[in-house]
């Protein structure tokens, strides 16, 4: 096999795992910015 069929990584791999980073805290904030809106009556009413 010729070395150019080698597979090749992207320059751009650490960026692609940050946004995944940013992508997986955003939906956390999201998540618990959900449930903070949801739990706010009730009897104690906070």
């Known amino acids: 096999m010729p070395e150019t069929t080698t ?3 992207p ?4 960026t692609e795992r940050a ?3 940013a992508d997986r805290m955003n939906a956390a904030a999201a998540l ?3 449930l903070d ?3 706010n009556g009730g ?3 906070h």
Do not use: I, N, P
């Open 7 to 9: 597979a090749r990584r």
């Open 37 to 39: 809106r949801r739990d």
């Open 19 to 21: 946004q995944r980073e």
């Open 32 to 34: 618990q910015r959900a």
């Open 11 to 14: 320059r751009r791999r650490t």
């Open 43 to 45: 009897v104690t009413g």
